[in-house]
């Protein structure tokens, strides 16, 4: 019999709408049916892509047994994080004061009133390492709220003040200057890997915001140490096997420090982030490498993750089904010798093991091996490469394929977005600055709505019911200014601005500090705000950086104050934790370079617009159009004219302008291109 969760859009909670547990979906009817019933809350928290969500379910959500008790005791209430990440924050910053860690599936109880008293992650069936079984959790936790009641509330009292006593002001005095960025640099320099590239050890997660401060670092400053860092860890992943060698696009992280092999599962928000950082590294360097990874995982995104209304799909699984029917993770991507051997005979499977590191020990599990490519710069045929990879494709394409997380998220497709329209711009590729267009036209119309309100999620072209966070209006936003730029279509500007104005008046604390929910959202048992990078950037430095670049296209004071006011947050925090404000230190860099506006008067595409959209100058805010409308689209155009009757390039900055300029080499010169 179908649960309660066989009504929602959402693909994890659909994964367990058939578990013999009579789950909720997170409302104020369960927290009202546990108080009636005097029981407390078991709130699981996960999301479809994760695997040890679904190892948990298999071994505890689907077990008769267990789930009898479960009723019997409790009002059980499932989350995708995903759909509700003001939730997941909330609880996951009491899991990680109470333990030390956190993680998914997040397991937690609560009271009625929705206060925290006892957490965990993952769970096993029978206790093991020193972990409790789950049965065992829940009849301690169910002992408990019978006979030490008071004990348990005085607990849960204590978290609740304890998170509340956790809110931001703005985080220093002033924005972060030339003494926060070395101290940042200083610090990511400590923590870089030399030997295999990124940041820590294992496991190592693909740095995409840290090196897109890092690029604009030595844009503006040049910095060789910083350009490094980013073109070495880049280099790195592309040749390691978090890289999908094959198909393209990235894995989630490294188990380990050498990139060699990943947890499979396949994010949109981290091929978003990756593509653009390898377009933007090839700007900056003409790294032919550069340009293949971007390519590829623009292409990867379209080919596997596009929606038939034109978004982008949250994830791929990172199980799937092996030979023996079994569902593994990573038996979609990877190989035996005898596995090439079969697919591309004794000569050619023997170059592709050698190629790709597959070994006959394997470096996965049982004999398996990641693709990955050696270090050694030694020539090779690249026609015979071609020709191997089209073919180990072709075969791999017949596998069973892992399973597809459908949610369109706002926040991160305007992510992708922002990487599809300039990868498009960039290397000449008009169909993925349609891809793009499509995606921003998806988001108009299913998630905008008649209010100018952004919807979190949907699924099938239906809005889900969940609001949209700080992160969902700064990554949108992003993406609709990047959309603008390329496209010289002022409509985006417009849409932007909706969505920043949103920001300015639900989201935005005395002071300058910024909130992850709106001021009319949901109250929770804190108000959840965190303005440090977690796989995605901050929607506290995401919005920084849309309000800036905003404000640079319109010269709204509102815009730019209220930008600066939020990255008081990058002064406090980039000198003790760079790694996680990347990408307000990339703020930072736009901030500290002006940005420099740019205006094209002459047509959309051509040479002067390409220049400007080639410029590394950080953050820099790109204008295009001609004739008498131009101005109306972007307020960057009024009184632009032509010089001479030739196309026309302006260029300012703090409030002083360049000499307008018709040489595209000059224009190059002017943003350090």
Known sequence: MANRLAQTPSPYLLQHADNPVDWWPWSPEAFEEARKRDVPVLLSVGYASCHWCHVMAHESFEDESVAAYLNERFVAVKVDREERPDVDAVYMEAVQAATGHGGWPMTVFLTPDAEPFYFGTYFPPEPRHGSPSFQQVLEGVSAAWTDRREEVAEVAGRIVADLAGRSLAHGGDGVPGEAEIAQALLGLTREYDEQHGGFGGAPKFPPAMVVEFLLRHYARTGSEGALQMAADTCSAMARGGIYDQLGGGFARYSVDREWVVPHFEKMLYDNALLCRVYAHLWRTTGSAEARRIALETADFMVRELRTAEGGFASALDADSE????????????????????????????????????????????????????????????????????????????????????????????????????????????????????????????????????????????????????????????????????????????????????????????????????????????????????????????????????????TGSEAHRTAAEGALGVVKALAPRAPRFIGWGLAVAEALLDGPREVAVAGPVGGELHRTALLGRAPGAVVAAGEGPGAGAEFPLLVDRPLVGGEPTAYVCRHFVCDAPTTDAGELAGKLGG
């Open 322 to 553: 092996d030979r023996q029917g079994k569902h593994v993770e990573g038996a979609f991507y990877v190989w035996t010798p005898a596995q090439l051997r079969e697919v591309l005979g004794e000569e050619d499977g023997a170059f592709a093991a050698a190629y790709f590191g597959v070994t006959e020990e394997g470096t996965f599990e049982e004999g398996a091996s990641v693709l990955q490519l050696s270090g050694e710069a030694r020539p090779v045929d690249a026609g015979r490469v071609a020709d191997v990879r089209a073919r180990l494709l072709a075969a791999r394409e017949e596998r069973p394929r892992p399973g597809r997380d459908d949610k369109v998220v706002a926040a991160w497709n305007g992510l992708a977005i922002a990487a599809l329209a300039e990868t498009g711009a960039y290397f000449d590729r008009p169909d993925l600055v349609e891809r793009a267009t499509e995606a921003a036209d998806l988001l108009v119309r299913v998630h905008l709505g008649e209010v100018a309100r952004l919807t979190r999620t949907s699924k099938d072209g239906r809005a889900g019911t969940n609001a949209g966070v700080l992160e969902d209006y700064g990554d949108v936003a992003e993406g609709f200014l990047a959309l603008a730029a390329v496209t010289g279509e002022g409509a985006w500007l417009e849409f932007a601005g909706f969505l920043l104005d949103v920001v300015l008046e639900q989201f935005t604390g005395e002071g300058g500090q910024l909130y992850d929910t709106a001021h009319e959202a949901e109250k929770l048992i804190r108000r959840p705000q965190d303005p440090t990078d977690s796989a995605t950037p901050a929607g506290w430095t995401a919005a920084a950086g849309a309000l800036l670049s905003y404000a640079a296209y």
